[in-house]
């Protein structure tokens, strides 16, 4: 059974870097699509990025192209979304998901397992 953790949340000022990690226990992270989503308070859950288990693929939206890069590293079980020049409405929940069968870009019901989230907050 897949566990995810994410880490690396935090307050950070606009400009700022943050880098997130999605640490997984019980299977291999090779094998699953992995996606990044993202929630504000009061807002609709957002797919921010996800890297592919086949090619290594990555897709963007088009609100973080350019700012945030997704990358795994199958030799520690984990995946990245390294964050640069982060603004006021990058803040929000983020969670890491894992999904076998999942195209990237596909809808969050498609994905399997989910982390429990970490917290972004962009403020001066």
């Known amino acids: 059974h897949l566990q995810l953790v994410e880490s690396g949340g935090g307050l950070v000022q606009p400009g700022g870097s943050l880098r997130l990690s999605c640490a997984a226990s019980?299977?291999?992270?090779?094998?699953?699509?992995i996606g990044w989503f993202r929630q504000a308070p009061g807002k609709e859950r957002e797919g921010v990025s996800c890297?592919?288990?086949?090619?290594?693929?990555?897709v963007y939206a088009d609100s973080v192209k350019g700012r945030f890069t997704i990358s795994r590293d199958n030799a520690k079980n984990t995946v990245y979304l390294q964050m640069n020049s982060l603004k006021p409405e990058d803040t929000a929940v983020y969670s890491c998901?894992?999904?076998?069968?999942?195209?990237?870009?596909?809808?969050?019901?498609?994905?399997?397992?989910w982390g429990q989230g970490t917290q972004v907050t962009v403020s001066s």
């Open positions: 998901a894992a999904g076998v069968w999942v195209v990237c870009g596909g809808a969050p019901n498609e994905y399997d397992y």
């Open positions: 019980g299977a291999s992270l090779e094998y699953f699509a």
């Open positions: 890297i592919s288990n086949s090619d290594g693929n990555t």
